[in-house]
Each structure stands twice: as structure tokens, then as C-alpha cells.
């Protein structure tokens, strides 16, 4: 992990010396002949006369360059990481992918079977109230689960990543023994930042389940749609804030507090930057999850019968079997590139605030061929 430990006093890498005034050339300004003129200032093509000298490609010794990183760097940098490191990114993916699906199924087995009523005429019929109530119910547990998952996988990425920036191998061995020795500060990020965000959910929309529950109907539906909208901001701002506190875990051995700082010094400045790539990288992440889960949800049958109110057939365990199947598969390459992309934004971060790309570079060129 050589050159991932945070220096002291940190500054910006294009940031000049205390005291020291840059040199006139750095802004594109011939300097004085005798004063370091190029040799090739007096040809009319060098450039001496105001052209700004060549820029040096930056060393590339894995899956992205060592500089500050583009978007689209930032998305192939991450599909990279998992097909160079297929073993550990999608083998441990897998893992929780697995025990995620399964907590899913679950839930759904038993939170989401309404409740129903017989009518005059002899039919049966959802409870509206019931099953906005459950509803309610399941997304905050939903997203207590999806935020666990992303903020492992984001430290199981940030394992990989660490290592392909400088273009090491890292097998599912490596990744492995790296989330061992971080384990217990990983764990502990990850449950207090999923309590902030699970908590400001819950919170929100608790009086919109309450009021379902007591037989409000669409009425609870509404309250629980403007508690969704009025915790959108503070659970968007505290986890852009915290996002890369995992990665400053794994790669910096960071403890718990030290991590939520670093990361919230990380952010400081960048924050828009990071929430719209993030929101670029769960896009992307829903699209291809969708298309490849397709097909099992197919063969579940339509699970939106739960809402339709015109019938109350209960969702059979094959329907829910066959869906989290295709969340398992959908979600096991999908989830491991949204989170290599929050990895690669700290080392994006790094790079940008602490000149990282320097540290690693020489690394890299440590490394035996």
C-alpha cells in the first residue's frame, strides 16, 4: 500500500512552495533570455514565445492514468478494475450480492403479502391501507440493506483499486486478507452511516406508515410521499459526504472517525462533482442490473399485482424466487462497478487535493518488471 498513507500537512500538487513565487513560464510567459530560455525559443515554432511547453503523457501503469480523472475515466477505470480482477470484484460481489438477495426474498415473503378482504359480489380485494403500510415498511428496509451492500462493496473495490492503479495483481486471496485486517473499522463505518441515512428515512416517512396502518389509505400514501421528498436533501448530503470514508478505511487504515473526517475533507470543494458522478454510476448500475434480471423477473410473472387493488392473489415464493435470482445476478456486476467508481473517486480526490498521482507513480516505478 505504499504511497496511500495521507502525508502530514497535505497541500494541493499545484499548489507553489510557501514563499516561493512560480516561475513566469508556468503561466505561459517566455522567461528573460539567460534565464532559461528554451534551445529551441529562437526557431518562431518552439515555445519560448508564449506556447506553454509540451505536457509529458501521465504514466499509466494499471487501469487509469496517474492524474486527475476524467468522467469517463472514472466509468472505465471501474469496468477495468473488475475485468482485470474478475475473481475478487465479482467473487466477493457475489458473496454479498448473495446474502443481500436472500435477506430480499425474506422480506419480501413476508412483508409484502397484503392483506385482502372479501366484497359483496363475492370477490377479494387488496387493503389499500395494508399495503401502502407494508410498502412503507420494505423501503426502509430496502434501504438499509442496499446502503450496507454499497458500502462494502466500496471498500471491496477500494482493495482492488488500490492495487490496479499501480498495476499489481490482486487476487480474490489478496482482496480477501486486505477487507481482514480492515474489517472491524469497515464494519463500524458502514453501520453508522447507513443508521444516519436509514434513520432520516425512517424517520420521514414513519408518520405516513402510521397513518396507512391506521386506515388512511391513499392519504398515508401522501404522507409518505412528501416524507420521501423532505429526506431527499439531508440523506443526499450525508452520504455524498461519507461515501469515500470506506476506501479511506481500507487504503489508509484509517479508524472510524479518523475515515468519516477524511472523507468529509475529501468532499469539501468537490461535493456536486461527486454526487453527479456517483448518480451517473447508479444509472448506469440500474440499467444493467434491469436488462440482465430481466428475464427472471419474466419467468416470476408481474409483480406489481400488489398495488393493482383489482386483485389480491398472494405473490407465489417461484415469483419471488425467480426476482431475487435476477437481483443475485443483475446486482453482481452492477453493484461492484458503482462502488469501483466511488473508489476511484477518492483516488480521483487524492490525486486532485494531495498530488497522489506523484506517490504513486514512483510506486509504480519501484515495482519489479
Known amino acids: 500500500m505504499t504511497g496511500w498513507t495521507a502525508p502530514e500537512g497535505a497541500q494541493p500538487a499545484s499548489s507553489p512552495p510557501s514563499g516561493d513565487a512560480p516561475p513566469a513560464s508556468s503561466y505561459g510567459i517566455a522567461p528573460a533570455p539567460g534565464h532559461g530560455t528554451p534551445p529551441d525559443a529562437g526557431s518562431g515554432y518552439g515555445y519560448g514565445y508564449g506556447w506553454p511547453p509540451p505536457t509529458p503523457a501521465a504514466p499509466r501503469p494499471g487501469i487509469v492514468p496517474l492524474r486527475p480523472l476524467g468522467v469517463g475515466e472514472l466509468l472505465d477505470g471501474s469496468f477495468t478494475a473488475i475485468r482485470t480482477a474478475p475473481l475478487a470484484s465479482l467473487g466477493i460481489g457475489a458473496i454479498v450480492m448473495l446474502v ?43 434501504t438499509l440493506l442496499m446502503s450496507i451492500e454499497l458500502l462494502l462493496l466500496t471498500g471491496v473495490m477500494a482493495a482492488i483499486v488500490g492495487e490496479r492503479v499501480v498495476g499489481r495483481r490482486v487476487s480474490l486471496a489478496d482482496a480477501a486478507a486486505l477487507l481482514r485486517r480492515a474489517a472491524g473499522p469497515l464494519t463500524r463505518v458502514v453501520v453508522i452511516v447507513t443508521l444516519l441515512v436509514t434513520g432520516t428515512v425512517a424517520v420521514a416517512v414513519g408518520p405516513g406508515i402510521a397513518a396507512a396502518a391506521a386506515g388512511a389509505g391513499t392519504g398515508g400514501a401522501w404522507f409518505i410521499v412528501l416524507g420521501l421528498l423532505l429526506a431527499a436533501v439531508p440523506v443526499l448530503y450525508v452520504w455524498t459526504t461519507l461515501s469515500l470514508a470506506p476506501a479511506a478505511v481500507v487504503l489508509e487504515r484509517q479508524g472510524v472517525r479518523a475515515a468519516l473526517r477524511r472523507s468529509r475533507k ?83 480526490r487524492r490525486m486532485r487535493a494531495e498530488g497522489l498521482d506523484l506517490a504513486l507513480a514512483q510506486a509504480a516505478s519501484a515495482e519489479p518488471q
Not at 440500474?286 to 389480491?312: C, E, K, M, N, Y
Not at 415464493?317 to 466511488?342: E, N, Y
Open 100 to 142: 443481500n438477495q436472500a435477506l430480499f426474498l425474506l422480506i419480501d415473503d413476508t412483508v409484502l403479502q397484503p392483506q385482502t378482504r372479501t366484497t359483496t359480489d363475492g370477490s377479494t380485494v387488496t387493503v389499500t391501507s395494508d399495503a401502502v403500510a407494508r410498502l412503507g415498511v420494505a423501503y426502509i428496509v430496502i
Open 266 to 348: 475529501l468532499v469539501h470543494g468537490a461535493w456536486w462533482r461527486i454526487f453527479w458522478i456517483s448518480l451517473l454510476a447508479w444509472l448506469i448500475s440500474v440499467v444493467i442490473s434491469t436488462i440482465l434480471s430481466l428475464p427472471f423477473r419474466a419467468a416470476g410473472g408481474d409483480l406489481s399485482r400488489i398495488l393493482s387493488g383489482r386483485t389480491a392473489d398472494k405473490l407465489s415464493f417461484t415469483a419471488l424466487l425467480m426476482t431475487a435470482l435476477g437481483g443475485f445476478v443483475g446486482g453482481t456486476l452492477a453493484r461492484p462497478f458503482q462502488a469501483g467508481v466511488s473508489a476511484l473517486l477518492y483516488v480521483d
